[in-house]
């Protein structure tokens, strides 16, 4: 059914939306754009906890178990078992009429990733379990890759571009020389990921850090932080909690918490940048407002801690900088406009005189 609105209702309710709009533009827009209302913040003492998100790889001491014969496969474990060193972890029957023996050729089956596994010295002619761990059904070809002896060559480009995809084991017969299971060791792991030139600054070597992974959270240590490019820095962050998914995950999104840092809290907004110069604008009892420069301690993108009172320069001169309770200007690029252009006529004032 059509509703009809009256001519008189329909000025009306334009005449609303018309005011609507002016006030969003007078409340919302106007002021990031000009100093028609100025706001401040008042500076106080507060934490900043550092943090970053990225995606990381496990690191971890895997083990490849491989079949000495062709044969029926019997199973003694579930996956996920935690099995020790040597256990028996399977059968192979190969009945009278099949004598292969021997590492032959792999299946087609599993030769992509056997061929990456070439020169691992943990990929074992066994049925028993080469190292103590959690027992698993599937691999990915990655575990000379991602081992703790070759992750000081990792790079963040190769490790992007390899294929994790799963292959799994589980199967009722074999041939010589195919992958039968695989062991992780469940003790110390690793995690290789990569920061950002900012990230970098809020994290040190040997420094305890707090990893949120999709599996639950767990605690770490930096082993070692080296540029890779002009962009980024590897991070390798050390283990030894247990991890539920630990044996089956290779890539996880994860974010990095590290140390608390304290100061006098500032809002990003309120920095800008004078003849090279970081600073904020502080209002004087006058109600002016005068740059003041600033030493920014760390940074997590929104907010900054900074030192308080004084800093020293990179000559080592004593810098005069904001102090607790200090206003602020929220919105400093039009105050910042004004300076830089009334610096710029005292200039060419001089240049005349």
């Not at 059509?2 to 919302?28: D, G, Q, T």
């Not at 106007?30 to 943090?51: H, M, Q, R, W, Y």
């Not at 390798?236 to 290779?250: H, K």
């Not at 900074?306 to 810098?319: A, I, M, P, Q």
Request: hydrophobic content about 30%.
């Amino acid at each position: 059914m059509k509703i009809s609105i009256p001519k008189k209702s329909r000025k009306y309710i334009l005449i609303y939306l018309v005011v609507l709009l002016a006030l969003y533009l007078v409340i919302v827009l106007v002021p990031k754009v000009t100093d028609i209302f100025e706001t401040t913040e008042t500076l106080e003492p507060g934490n900043l906890a550092l943090s970053c998100e990225g995606t990381g790889y496990l690191i971890k001491r895997e083990a490849i178990a491989t079949a000495d014969r062709a044969g029926a496969i019997d199973y003694r474990y579930k996956e996920g078992a935690v099995v020790g060193r040597d256990w028996k972890i399977l059968t192979i029957d190969s009945g009278e009429a099949i004598q292969e023996t021997g590492s032959g050729n792999v299946s087609s089956a599993f030769a992509s990733q056997m061929n990456e596994l070439k020169g691992f010295d943990r990929v074992v002619e066994t049925n028993r379990s080469p190292i103590s761990g959690v027992y698993s059904t599937s691999f990915d070809g990655n575990e000379k890759y991602f081992s703790p002896e070759n992750m000081d060559s990792i790079t963040r480009e190769e490790a992007e571009n390899r294929s994790l995809r799963k292959k799994s084991l589980s199967r009722s017969n074999t041939t010589a020389g195919d992958p039968l299971f695989k062991i992780t060791n469940d003790g110390k792991w690793y995690i290789v990921c990569w920061l950002k030139e900012k990230e970098r600054e809020n994290f040190d070597e040997g420094q305890e850090v707090s990893l949120n992974l999709p599996d639950g959270d767990v605690q770490g240590k930096i082993e070692s932080i080296k540029k890779e490019d002009k962009k980024r820095y590897r991070l390798i962050i050390s283990s030894n909690w247990g991890y539920e998914r630990l044996a089956e995950t290779r890539k996880v999104d994860l974010t990095i918490s590290g140390k608390d840092v304290t100061g006098l809290l500032i809002d990003n907004g309120c920095i800008v940048r004078k003849n090279g110069k970081q600073g904020v604008y502080v209002r004087d009892k006058n109600g002016d407002y005068s740059f003041t420069p600033i030493q920014v301690i760390s940074t997590d993108g929104s907010h900054s801690v900074v030192t308080g009172s004084r800093f020293y320069d990179e000559k080592g001169k004593t810098v005069l900088t904001v102090s607790v309770y200090d206003e602020i200007l929220k919105n400093p690029k039009g105050q910042l406009k004004r300076d830089l252009k009334e610096e710029q006529k005292q200039k060419e004032k001089k240049q005349k005189q």
